[in-house]
Structures are given as structure tokens and as C-alpha cells.
């Protein structure tokens, strides 16, 4: 069986064929068929031509029949095989190809969800660590300033009944008051600028951004 083959842009086909009965070749009928495109025979009558346009990509079997005079079909069937290859973007190479790129593009995404939920919980995590230093820090000032307050409270009430006591005093008893008075002065002060610098330092944290 011969063979046709023929591009996808070549999708217009014409058979001519012609019967082998000289003496009255006019009087010879036809039938023909394509298979995949025609559902039974096509009856021809003396007309010795099959057109057939628009044939997609595929293979087909043209098969074509003749009678004689006397109306008899012969017994013998010419066939002739038609393949018209796909265009380039519907082989199997392209399909395969197709599939790669889509593989490809899945993968590409998987990755950036994967990348952006990971920096979303490391956002998260960060923000999550600075609340918890920010609670810390601000149960560290309160811890300290309650104990400077606590400390300046005792001191205060101390450097007052000393300066009265100094006043009743003579001799070594007043020198030693006043060496009293001193220290507690000087501690006092270092607890009031420790005092201070939670206060400056409470300011900064409420203000620095999270």
C-alpha cells in the first residue's frame, strides 16, 4: 500500500483515479472513501476525482472502488495510505517540553511560597522576640526604679533628723554626724542619678520601634 505523507499545511488533498475497462470507460462508476473523515462510500458516478479540505494532523486510509457497464464492483479495493504530520507545537517533543515548563513553573512556585512563608515566620519570630525583650526591659526598669525608691525613701528621712541632730552636738560626736551626713548625702545623690538614668532610659525604650 503506497503512502502519502504530507505536512499539516498540506490539508487540501485531490485523488484522481481512473478504471482500466477501455472499451466503454465512460460508462465506469466510482466510489471512493477516506477513512477517519468519511462514514461509508461515497458514491462518485463517472466523476473520477475525491477532493477533501481542512484534514487535520492524523492518518488516514483512502480507499476507491469501481464498476463496470454492467454495474458490478470489483472485487479489488486500490488503497493508499495519507499521514499528515502535526504542526511542530502538537508533536510529542513539543507535549514533552510542555511538561517540563510546567514542572518548571510549579517548582518556581513552590519555591516562592516556600521562601515567602518562611520570611513571614521569620517577621513574625522578630517581632515576636522584640515584645518579649520590651516586656523584660520594662519589668527591669520597674524592678530598679522601685528599688531606688526605696532606698531614697530611708536616706531622705536619715539626712533630715541628722542636720537637727548636728545642731545639739559639740565636739567629736558633731564631726562624726557630719561624716554621717556626707555619706548619706553622696548616696543619695548616686541613687537620684540612678533614678535619673532609668527614667532616660524608660523614655527611649517607650519610644523605639518594634
Given at each position: 500500500m503506497a503512502t502519502l505523507h504530507l505536512s499539516h499545511t498540506q490539508n487540501f488533498v485531490s485523488f484522481e483515479f481512473a478504471g482500466l475497462q477501455y472499451?466503454?470507460?465512460?460508462?465506469?462508476?466510482?466510489?471512493?472513501?477516506?477513512?477517519?473523515?468519511?462514514?461509508?462510500?461515497?458514491?462518485?458516478?463517472?466523476?473520477?476525482?475525491?477532493?477533501?479540505t481542512q484534514l487535520a494532523p492524523g492518518h488516514y486510509t483512502f480507499l476507491v472502488n469501481t464498476a463496470n457497464a454492467a454495474g458490478q464492483w470489483s472485487p479489488l479495493t486500490k488503497r493508499i495510505q495519507v499521514i499528515i504530520d502535526p504542526p511542530w507545537w502538537r508533536t510529542l517533543w513539543a507535549y514533552g517540553l510542555y511538561v517540563l515548563l510546567a514542572i518548571g513553573l510549579i517548582h518556581t512556585y513552590v519555591r516562592f511560597r516556600l521562601q515567602r512563608e518562611r520570611l513571614r515566620l521569620a517577621v513574625a519570630l522578630n517581632q515576636q522576640e522584640a515584645q518579649q525583650m520590651?516586656?523584660?526591659?520594662?519589668l527591669r526598669t520597674r524592678f530598679f526604679a522601685n528599688l531606688t525608691h526605696e532606698l531614697r525613701t530611708p536616706l531622705t528621712l536619715i539626712v533630715?533628723?541628722?542636720?537637727?541632730?548636728?545642731?545639739?552636738?559639740?565636739?567629736?560626736?558633731?564631726?562624726?554626724?557630719?561624716l554621717i551626713e556626707q555619706n548619706a548625702r553622696t548616696l543619695l545623690g548616686l541613687i537620684n542619678q540612678l533614678l535619673d538614668l532609668?527614667?532616660?532610659?524608660?523614655?527611649?525604650?517607650a519610644v523605639q520601634p518594634v
Open positions: 472499451n466503454h470507460p465512460t460508462q465506469l462508476q466510482y466510489r471512493y472513501q477516506l477513512q477517519g473523515v468519511d462514514a461509508g462510500w461515497v458514491y462518485a458516478g463517472g466523476q473520477p476525482v475525491a477532493n477533501y520590651q516586656a523584660l526591659n520594662e533630715g533628723p541628722l542636720e537637727r541632730l548636728k545642731g545639739t552636738v559639740s565636739g567629736p560626736e558633731r564631726s562624726w554626724l557630719t532609668i527614667k532616660l532610659d524608660a523614655d527611649q525604650l
